[in-house]
C-alpha cells in the first residue's frame, strides 16, 4: 500500500519533514556508511541542487507486510528517506498491532499518520511530535485507556483505534485534520475525532450486501448569503444547514453513497451505481470549472479514439479531477457542490456523474470511457494548483493518463 502526496507550498510541514530527514542523516552516516566505501561507474552527473532545497514538496509513503511504514522524500526523482514508522513499538501489547498495512493517509496540515491494517486496528502517529512522549491511548468499544509506552527512534505514537475485526481498506483525514473517516471491508464507516481521540459514530452497513467500503471522499458544503433553496436546484435534496461535512462513500460493487460527515444519516436514499456490474477502484470529487455540454463531447471524442485505435494511449477527457493533497476535505459552497462532478474509476470503465444526479440517485452518466485492459489502480494529480487529469495503472502493467 503506497500513497504519493502534494504538501501544500508555504507550511510548515514542508520545514518540519526536512528536519525529521536531516536528523536521520545525521544519525545514521556512521551506522550505514561502515568504513566501506564502495566504487561505482557510469551513470551521468546529476544538476540538481540539493543544497539549495529547504523543504519537502512531496513525500511518498508506503506500507509493508510486517506493519512498518516508510517516507520518502519525493521532490526530485531520487527518492530520500525521511522516516521510518516500525511495525512494533516497544511493549505495545495490542494483538495485531504489526499486522500487514492495508491502507494510510497523511494530514499534510498536522502531519498526522493514520495507518490500517488488516486485522481492523488504525495507528496515528504525529509526525511534529517529540520523542519525549511517553504515552499512547488505546481505544477500544468507547473505552479510552492511556498506557505507558518508551517511543522508539521513529514518530511518536499518539493513538490505536482497535475498530472491527475488519480490513481496513480506506482512510481520509476531513476537516484540516480533526476527523478521520475510516472504510472497513465489512461495508462499515467509523468517523473518528482526531481532538478527543474517540469513535464519532459508526455508520450502518452501507451496502445491502455489507460490500466493501474501497474509497471515501470529502466535501464540505457551506451555504452563502442564506438558507433559502436556489431556484436552479430547488429539486434536489441537497441539505440547507450553514455549514455541513458530506462524505462521499464508493463500495467495491461500484455504488455511490452519499454520508452525512456530522452524523452519519445516508443522504442519497437511492445510491448510484452503474447499469452494468462493475468492480470499482476509486471515487474522486471534482469541482466545477468545466461544463457538462463541453464534458460530455470531449468523452465523446475520447470514446470515438478508444474505438477506433484499441490502444491504451491517452484519448482525453477534459474533466478537471480531484486533488491529491492529503490535508483537509474541499470546501465548496452549495451551488457549487450542485454544478460538480464525481469521477468513478472502475476495473472496467471511467465514468464521470453530475454529483446532483448522484444525491437524486440518477445513474446517468455525462460521459463513461471503457477501458481496453482492467484497470488496478488511479489517482488524480494537480498542476500549478489546479486539477488536471488523472493516472491509470493496468493490469498488464501500462500506464494511462488522461
Known amino acids: 500500500m503506497a500513497k504519493f502526496i502534494t504538501l501544500p507550498s508555504g507550511a510548515n510541514s514542508s520545514k518540519i519533514l526536512s528536519e525529521i530527514a536531516s536528523a536521520k542523516k545525521r ?22 541542487s540539493f543544497t539549495e532545497h529547504t523543504g519537502v514538496e512531496r513525500v511518498y509513503i508506503a506500507g509493508y507486510q510486517d506493519g512498518s511504514v516508510r517516507l520518502w522524500d519525493a521532490t526530485y526523482p531520487v527518492l530520500s528517506l525521511i522516516c521510518i514508522v516500525e511495525g512494533e513499538v516497544g511493549s505495545v501489547g495490542v494483538a495485531g498491532f504489526s499486522d500487514p498495512v492495508s491502507n494510510l493517509d497523511l494530514c499534510s496540515l498536522t502531519l498526522s ?21 511517553t504515552t499512547f491511548h488505546f481505544v477500544i468499544d468507547n473505552k479510552n485507556e492511556v498506557h505507558t509506552l518508551r517511543q522508539g527512534k521513529g514518530p511518536p505514537l499518539r493513538a490505536v483505534f482497535s475498530l472491527l475485526n475488519s480490513p481496513i481498506l480506506a482512510l481520509k483525514f476531513a476537516n484540516y485534520g480533526a476527523k478521520l473517516a475510516v472504510g472497513l471491508e465489512c461495508g462499515l464507516v467509523a468517523v473518528l475525532d482526531m481532538g478527543s481521540l474517540s469513535v464519532l459514530f459508526f455508520t450502518d452497513s452501507v451496502s445491502g450486501s455489507s460490500s466493501p467500503v474501497v474509497s471515501i471522499n470529502w466535501v464540505e458544503c457551506i ?9 436552479k436546484h430547488s429539486d434536489s435534496n441537497i441539505p440547507v444547514n450553514p455549514t455541513e461535512e458530506i462524505m462521499f462513500l464508493l463500495t467495491k460493487d461500484a455504488t455511490l453513497y452519499m454520508i452525512d460527515g456530522g452524523s452519519g444519516r445516508l443522504m442519497n436514499s437511492h445510491p448510484c451505481h452503474p447499469k452494468k456490474k462493475s468492480v470499482a477502484i476509486s471515487i474522486s470529487s471534482v469541482s466545477c470549472s468545466t461544463d457538462g455540454k463541453k464534458l460530455e463531447e470531449s468523452s ?4 470515438a479514439k478508444t474505438e477506433t485505435t484499441h490502444t491504451t494511449t491517452s484519448t482525453g ?4 479531477n480531484n486533488e491529491h493533497h492529503s490535508s483537509s476535505n474541499i470546501a465548496v459552497n452549495r451551488e457549487r457542490l450542485m454544478d460538480s462532478f464525481i469521477l468513478l474509476c472502475c476495473e472496467d470503465s471511467l465514468c464521470v456523474y453530475s454529483t446532483k444526479n448522484v444525491i437524486q440517485g440518477n445513474n446517468k452518466t455525462i460521459c463513461k470511457v471503457k477501458h481496453a ?9 494537480r498542476k500549478d494548483g489546479n486539477i488536471c487529469g488523472v493516472i491509470l495503472l493496468f493490469k498488464s502493467g501500462e500506464i ?3
Open 223 to 231: 451555504n452563502t448569503c442564506s438558507l433559502v433553496k436556489s431556484p
Open 400 to 402: 494511462e493518463i488522461r
Open 27 to 48: 544519525s545514521s552516516t556512521h551506522a550505514e556508511g561502515g568504513s566501506t566505501n564502495w566504487p561505482f561507474t557510469g551513470g551521468v552527473p546529476s544538476h540538481l
Open 317 to 320: 477527457i477534459s474533466s478537471h
Open 300 to 303: 465523446q471524442d475520447a470514446a
Open 113 to 133: 499518520l493514520a495507518v490500517g491494517n488488516k486485522c481492523g486496528l488504525v495507528r496515528i502517529y504525529n509526525l511534529n511530535g517529540s520523542s519525549d512522549e
Open 373 to 381: 485492459k482492467p484497470c488496478c489502480w488511479s489517482s488524480t494529480f
